[in-house]
Structures are given as structure tokens and as C-alpha cells.
């Protein structure tokens, strides 16, 4: 009976040091032998003990490794659903997305900011090659001046890939645009005058409160729920209550939260917004990126008579420096392309031309494969660093697609003092406060899972870890100084 | 005694039947026998008629090909100026400016109505081998995102340049934009709101117009005079009256009617703006297209205190399909940054390093000598053309600079009606209507001049004029039935 009361002891209190934060996610626990000399118990005991913290789902054991703190105590961050009640729609007002366009100009920094894909999970070769064949072929065409709604083969290109997830799009409602931001930027001016309210999700990207600030609209956020995305009650209820001119949301893979909003849900969106005459403008830039493998269908699936424009484009997915993206603008067709034609008269040739090419001659699928795969291993990888380098009570996303990680920070720490602390070590990462139109999220950042794997990543991510937890310390010395 | 009034009669007789239009400019006289045959005088008598008619300007001799109808008969169109005491401050009310993109968009038409320079008058292999090499030596970078103000390199050659014109640009207020059109659209965006009044010239280049449209902003025209340009006077008085918030102006070889302001109207207009804190936007796309090679300086040369955005692009010098342009944008930079990087992020890589990789190795100032030239001459071939086959009352411009041609046709004939007759011919022009705040210049029509010279656009510019002529007769008939 000693000897059980000893094992229980012992897991009792190396359970605690784990809920504490003291033995970290991820972190080894100490070999058998040695528990055993510390703790001055037999090698049977220390045995026990760790099973039953294995019983507990506090540990796990790895093949010839030994005992792990398990990956299960990493938390997602909390969904803050706003009080819906007491939302109105209004301006932004959120000053730091001002200042955003100065932390993502950094080149100085490890980029754990930003969410482009490194050129090493790209196919960059094969549309440098597709690129140089166009210029090479024609080189009068791919420089001259092409009609504003796009190339024809490429429209006909992203229409015809649709039909993958059960959309049928018709080649002649496809604008090619410069990036989806532009895509979205354009359908909004199409469907909105300043003044107009905008339903949004929160959190959102940052892009789409800047665009919708610069137009003038006012917005109103429903819960992107961490795990679960858009609440389709919520939209009701929003609908319900406010005028809404358009909505614009991000069902798959949410930036920052890489939330998958699920079917139910997304036919219940769109229906509601069919109901209320409010025309969709979805932001699809990451539904190619489920790393499953198996694409999420968008919300114009589910358009019947509803208005949906999706827009995407191969920013994430092939080049983020072609700026090629698309809207499937629908009834909206010519309104947008007169839009795109009176704002910057067309997207240049060339880069249409290369991806045309591209899509042509190479294997797109297998390329995505491969990114896809990169990315899943990627989000694993991060979490890892989390877990074994960040504050044990550091919340993190456990995102099904898309770029980004999404972390709630524990201590108190703010964002904005992590990223400014992570800067003067040369190392990058977006706080929270610039996902939403009043800067909530002041305790979050997002880190971005687009780059290539290497030590450098790793010993950023443990950098960043480090300068939370001192950053909690000082937080929690100050807070209990007299 | 009696040849002299043989010689002189027939002499008075010819010169009617120029100055009536019945015989036309360009259009080749009889031979000296036919006409001494005809008339029943001496070769000599006729060789007297002529050099008479020589002397007073009206026929020309070419060698080995006989008397023509003289160039000097062509007139420039009228300068309309619009009576300013009568003219306020207006929303674009000129419908036909929706359906402008139908025209531009048809690919069926001899495109005499775009002003995109043809593929055989650029350095298109040299741009192409630039990509190519950009391409090779680092394809991640050249499809890699840049950042939102521009490539640096891009950036340090347009600032070089404007040297050569006695302006002094700092590197890092130029922002790279998706050609000189969004530099003109994200200027405007930075310092006017909706509502506010601009000041524009008239005629102007309409997508001028579509961009203020479509921001919701009103304007307020000033004379453009034909071979004159902007009058200074007039901006003055307007500045005087009306409070305006920008000034959006092309001095040098307004599109479309091809006249470059006066230095000394440049310094004023610069100078009553800044007196009135009005910001002046300033569309330089035609600066470098001077047919002597001497640079018209841009209103920034006269900046002084004054806000000058000067907005261009590389799209009429170098490649209209990359889509690379740019804006000198002052204490403006910041905020056109931003409203960039809301709207699209950035303009696309690839295309700035092929021009940045291009005006290191190649030879810019070349490629220009010969575009210019050809431009000169195909001025000289278009007015040739509608010499010889427009009636003869038609009005032409004689630019001494830029892309465009602007007549007015004779005969009360409409340029929708000859855009319309040319259009069910395969031939296209662009009606005058498109070129003001409410449609004024119903009796133009813009040419462009961008066309590589062959029997077709002669062919073209032949049967346009043959249709002007149809619509003018068919006009007059109607007017003269009972």
C-alpha cells in the first residue's frame, strides 16, 4: 500500500507541475532512473506514476525517448464571442492598422509575420519555365496591353477547376484581378456606397478592414469561433436586427484563426443573406489548402439565388508576386470589370500568360500536393516550438488549412509587446489587436506556417517563446510589486 | 496681257474649288498637259496657274509626282472654350462613358481607336530577354512578393530620369503602381473625399473622368486649347471662384488632343494652385513622346511650395501590358502607400524587375529615339491620309507630341455616327463625346497614333473618311428635303 500512495504522490505532483506550466507541452520529463534517484523511489514506482499520468492524459510516452509532456495540454485560444446585443455597426477604429504596412515592409525581420508562401514550397521553376515560354512564344503579346476583364484561357482555367468542389462557374463571370484584395476591393465598390454596413467576422484579416475603412463603410462582426468559424446564428440574428449591403467572410481557413466554417453552417449563411438581400463577398484565398487534402467547398456551392462573389487568387498557391487573382463576379460581371477597367485598366499580360502556361503544361495538383503537405507539417511544427519553448499557458490553434497559426498568450502579454520585444531580436510576428475593427485580441498573435523548415525558424519560434514567458515575468513581478 | 489673265483666271478658278472642298487636300491636281487639254491653254499657262496657287499656299509641287493640294489646308479643330461664368461645379453626367470599355474591349476592329503603342514600335525582345534573365538568375525572387511601395531599383531609375528634365525626385516618394491610371485613382483617393470638386481640363482623357465618377467626386472643366493647351487665365478664375480640393491635369500632350502647354502657363497654373493650397495631380504619360526629342518639362518642375503629384508609367514607352507606372507622390507618399497596399497589395514583381533589369542593360533613350520617330511620322501619315480621303472641311490637330490625332468632322457629322458606321466596317475611332464632364464634342473623333504603318490602317483611315463623307452627304440631304 506504501508503495501505491508513493506512485499517486508522485503523479499527483507531477501532474500539477504540468497544469502549473512549471513542465512544460512538450517538454521530456526525466528518465526512469533518474525520477527515481531524485525522487528517491524505486524504478517500479516512477513506472507507475508515469502511467498513470499517462491515464491522465498528461503524458506520452515516445518509442525510446521516454516520457513527453503530451501535445493535448496546448489549448486553443478562447472564442471571445462579442455580446451580439450590445454590437452596432461602426467605422473602424482601429489606429494600428495604420501602422501594419510598417511591420510587414520589415525585410530585416525573420519573417514569422507575414503569411506568403516561401519560394521553396512553390513550383517556381516550372512557372519561371511556363513564364519564359510565353515570352519567348510571343513576346509582342505578353507584353501588350490585354482586355480588362482578363486572358480568356486563364478565366476559362479557374472556372473549369471549380467544378472540383460541385461549383459550375461560367468562364465569362471570372475578372481576373490583381490579387483577391483587389478582387474584394472591387466587388465591394460594385455592391456598397460609403456609409453602407458591412457584416464581417471577427477575427478577420486585417486587408479586408483596411479595404473596407478606405470606402467608408461602417461594419458590424459576428464570431469566427476558434475551430468551428462563422456562427451561422450569429449572421441571423445580425441580419435580423441591422441593414446589411453585403457581408464579407472568409469560411475557409479564416486568417488569422485558419478556422473551416462547416457545411451546415455555410448553407445557413447563405441563405440567411438570400433572405435579407444581401449580396456574399467570400474570400476563398486559402480553400485550396486543406491539409487533408480535401477542398472545403466555397459558399457560392450553396448560392442558389443568393449573390455570391468568390473571390481568390494564386497568391498562396503559386506566386504571391504575379498578383493574380480573380473574382467569380456573376451578375456583378460588368460592374466589376468597369470598375477594375476605371482603376487600373487591366491586369498585366504577362503574369496572366506565365500562369496560363502554367496551368497548361504542369500539374498543378501535384503542386498543391506538396504545398499542402509542407504546410500540414509545418503547423505541426510550430506547435511543437509552442510547446516546448513558449509559456505553458499559451493557447494555440490547431488550424485544418490555410497559413496561419493563431495564439493567445497567457500572463497578460500583450501582442504589441511581443512583436515590438520580437523586433529588436530581428524576429517578426502580428499582434492580435489588428484582426478586428475595435483592436480586440490585445493578448493574441499570429504567426504565419508559409516558410521552409529550418533551424533558423525553430530558434525564432524559441526566441519568441522566450521574450513571452520574460515578458510574463516582468508582467507578473509588476503586478505584485506593492 | 492675255495669258497673264489666262493663268490668273484659271489660278482664281482652282483656288475656289480648294478653298470649297471640292477639290481636297492631298488630293493630286491634273498633270500639266491634262489640265493645259481640259482647260484648252498652253502647258505653260497651266505651269503659271500653279506656281500662282503655289505662292499662295495653296498646292504643292512633289518631285516627279505632280501638283497636290496643299497640307496647310488642313485646320486644327476649334478651340471651344466654354463660357466659365457659366459653368459650375458637376457630378460626370455623360452616360456614354459607361459604354467606352464595349469599344476598347472589341478585338475585331482596327484598332484606330486605342492609343496603345504597337508591339513593332517598342523594344519588346529587349524586355523580353530581361524577364528571361530576371527569370533565370532567381525565379523566387521574381515571383516572390515586393514591397508595397515598389522595388527600390525600379524605384532609383524613374527618380534618375527625371533629371534629365531638371527635376530633382528623391527615390523614396516614388511609389510603383499598376500603371499611371492607379497612380492618378490611389493620388486622388489621398487627398480628396467624396463630394469635393476637382479641377480638370476639357477636353481630357477619359479615364480621368471615370476615376473621379467613380470616387464620387465632382468636377470643373478649363479650356484645353488645341495646340495651346491649358490656359492659365482660366485656371485663375476658376480658383478664384470655386474651392477645389485637386487639380488633375495632362500639360503635356493632352490626350486626346495632343497640345502641350506653354511653359509659362505650366509656372502659373503651378503657382495659382499652390497660392490656393489646391494639390496639383498631374498625368505625365506622354512627357517623354515629344516629336522634336526636346522633354517638355512636367508642372513638378515648377512645384516650388505646391503639392505636384506627377503620375506616369512605362506603358506608352516600354510595355503596355506590364502594367508598371508610377507617382511621384511628396509628402503624399505615405498615404498612397497605404491606399496601394489596401487596395492590391502590391504591383506585381516580375514585370517591375523586367523593366528595372531592362533600363540597366539596354539602351532606353535608343528605343525612344525610334518611337518618337515613328510617331512623328505616322502624325504626318494620319494627317496625309485625312487629307487625301476625309471631306475636306474636316479639322485636324497637329500634335508635336504624344499618341493621339483629334478632328472635327465637317458636315455636322456625329463621331458616334462614324464610330458606329466604322465599327460595322471592322474600323475603329473613338467619339469626341467621351472626352468631357457632359459630352461636349459631339463632332470629334479621336485617332490613335500608336499603329505600326501599313496598307491596312491606310486602307482604314481611307474608308473612315469615306464614311464621313457618306454621313455628311446623307446629313445635308436631309436638311435640304423639304
Redesign the interface.
Given at each position: 500500500m506504501a508503495s501505491t500512495l508513493l506512485y499517486e504522490d508522485l503523479a499527483g505532483r507531477l501532474g500539477a507541475q504540468i497544469r502549473r506550466g512549471l513542465l512544460r507541452p512538450g517538454e521530456r520529463l526525466p528518465s526512469l532512473r533518474r525520477l527515481g534517484r531524485q525522487e528517491r523511489v524505486s524504478i517500479a514506482t516512477a513506472v507507475e506514476a508515469y502511467l498513470r499520468l499517462e491515464r491522465e492524459g498528461l503524458v506520452e510516452a515516445r518509442e525510446r525517448s521516454g516520457y513527453f509532456v503530451r501535445a493535448a495540454a496546448l489549448r486553443p485560444p478562447q472564442a471571445r464571442l462579442p455580446r451580439l446585443q450590445a454590437r452596432a455597426p461602426q467605422a473602424l477604429r482601429n489606429p494600428a492598422l495604420?501602422d501594419v504596412?510598417d511591420v510587414?515592409?520589415r525585410?530585416d525581420l525573420l519573417p514569422l509575420h507575414?503569411t506568403?508562401p516561401?519560394?521553396?514550397l512553390?513550383p517556381?521553376?516550372a512557372?519561371?519555365a511556363a513564364?519564359?515560354h510565353v515570352?519567348?512564344r510571343d513576346?509582342?503579346?505578353?507584353?501588350?496591353?490585354?482586355?480588362?476583364?482578363g486572358l480568356p484561357a486563364l478565366r476559362e482555367c479557374i472556372a473549369r477547376r471549380y467544378l472540383h468542389c460541385g461549383v459550375e462557374v461560367d468562364p465569362g463571370e471570372v475578372v481576373i484581378?490583381?490579387?483577391a484584395?483587389?478582387a474584394i476591393?472591387l466587388a465591394l465598390?460594385s455592391v456598397t456606397r460609403?456609409g453602407d454596413v458591412v457584416l464581417i467576422e471577427t477575427p478577420t484579416y486585417y486587408?479586408i478592414l483596411?479595404?473596407i475603412?478606405?470606402l467608408?463603410l461602417r461594419a458590424i462582426e459576428v464570431p469566427n469561433r476558434v475551430g468551428a468559424g462563422i456562427d451561422a446564428a450569429a449572421v441571423r440574428a445580425v441580419l435580423a436586427r441591422h441593414r446589411v449591403a453585403a457581408a464579407v467572410l472568409v469560411p475557409n481557413f479564416n486568417n488569422p484563426s485558419g478556422s473551416l466554417t462547416g457545411e451546415d453552417d455555410k448553407r445557413a449563411i447563405v441563405a440567411a443573406c438570400g433572405e435579407h438581400g444581401v449580396t456574399v463577398i467570400e474570400d476563398d484565398l486559402y480553400g485550396e489548402l486543406a491539409y487533408t487534402g480535401e477542398r472545403p467547398p466555397p459558399l457560392r456551392r450553396y448560392a442558389g439565388s443568393t449573390s455570391v462573389i468568390t473571390c481568390s487568387s494564386y497568391?498562396k498557391t503559386?506566386?504571391?508576386?504575379?498578383?493574380?487573382g480573380w473574382a467569380l463576379a456573376g451578375a456583378h460581371t460588368d460592374a466589376i470589370?468597369?470598375?477594375k477597367?476605371?482603376?487600373?485598366?487591366?491586369?498585366?499580360?504577362?503574369?496572366q500568360r506565365?500562369i496560363a502556361e502554367y496551368l497548361a503544361r504542369h500539374d498543378f495538383d501535384r503542386a498543391l500536393r506538396r504545398l499542402r503537405r509542407e504546410l500540414a507539417a509545418n503547423s505541426q511544427r510550430w506547435r511543437d516550438a509552442v510547446r516546448r519553448h513558449w509559456p505553458a499557458d499559451t493557447r494555440v490553434s490547431e488550424p485544418a488549412g490555410g497559413m496561419t497559426l493563431w495564439l493567445e498568450l497567457g500572463g497578460g502579454v500583450e501582442g504589441q509587446a511581443l512583436l515590438e520585444a520580437g523586433a529588436a531580436r530581428g524576429i517578426g510576428c502580428l499582434p492580435g489587436h489588428l484582426f478586428s475593427l475595435r483592436g480586440d485580441y490585445r493578448g493574441h498573435v499570429r504567426l504565419g506556417l508559409g516558410l521552409a523548415w529550418t533551424s533558423r525558424i525553430e530558434d525564432g519560434l524559441r526566441v519568441l517563446g522566450r521574450l513571452a514567458d520574460t515578458l510574463a515575468r516582468r508582467g507578473a513581478h509588476k503586478r505584485t510589486r506593492p
Open positions: 495604420l504596412l510587414l515592409s525585410e507575414v506568403t516561401a519560394a521553396e512553390l517556381v521553376r512557372i519561371a513564364a519564359s515570352l519567348r513576346p509582342g503579346l505578353a507584353l501588350a496591353y490585354g482586355a480588362p476583364q484581378t490583381a490579387g484584395m483587389e476591393t465598390r460609403a486587408g483596411q479595404a475603412a478606405a467608408g497568391s503559386l506566386a504571391p508576386g504575379l498578383r493574380i470589370v468597369r470598375a477597367c476605371f482603376s487600373s485598366v487591366a491586369t498585366a499580360s504577362l503574369p506565365a
